[in-house]
């Protein structure tokens, strides 16, 4: 049986590596279309039709044919549509719609553009990278206190909040942050990464593209 779900993305995205991650800790399996955002794909009129935004991920839905964006809200989607990782209660849900909104207002700018800038592909001024450094640093720091005592940012189990942050604190160590001292958010991402169907961006976004 072909799978239900289309993932566009590229290797390099830790947006798209979300998306993959929710889908695999759900036990969904999805094809993959790789998208060359060099060659500008992602601004294509058949991407486009896709994703008004152009830029990956996007998450075809075959069973309904919807073509969804923004990785949060794909993860809330896929939480409504397996029932999985949306949190046990309203307030729970509510809980992790707030972290993920927090993720990309605090976290997200401060590790994905220093991680750019570190891999040559978006190069940053030294006052903007130190801007960077020191945002990320109180926002780990945020982080840290909010996990003590916690095994998940919500409720007593995985939820899309942590997917979405893990996603970008994944990414930390390539974009210069030094995750030593922060033991709560070490505790957590080996309780994640010791989740059924947990996989590595390696292992979750190919270079090319795959049938499930
Ligand atoms: N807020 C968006 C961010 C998506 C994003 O930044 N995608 C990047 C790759 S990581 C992209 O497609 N860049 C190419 C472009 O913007 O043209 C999400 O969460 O999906």
Redesign the pocket.
Known sequence: MSARYTLHG?FL????YTVALALSLAGEPFDYVHVN?RAGE??SPEFLAKNRF????CLTDKANGRNL????AILEYIADKTGKLGGATLEERIAAREWMFWC?DKLVAPIYRSRMAKLGLRPLDEATLAMYAADGAAALGFLDKSLAGRDWLVGEGATIADIDLYGVVHYAGEAGFDLSPYGNINAWVARVRSLPGFGEPAQLLPAESRAA
């Open positions: 590229i995205s830790g947006p798209s955002l992602q601004k152009g830029q990956v991920p964006c923004q990785s949060a990309w």
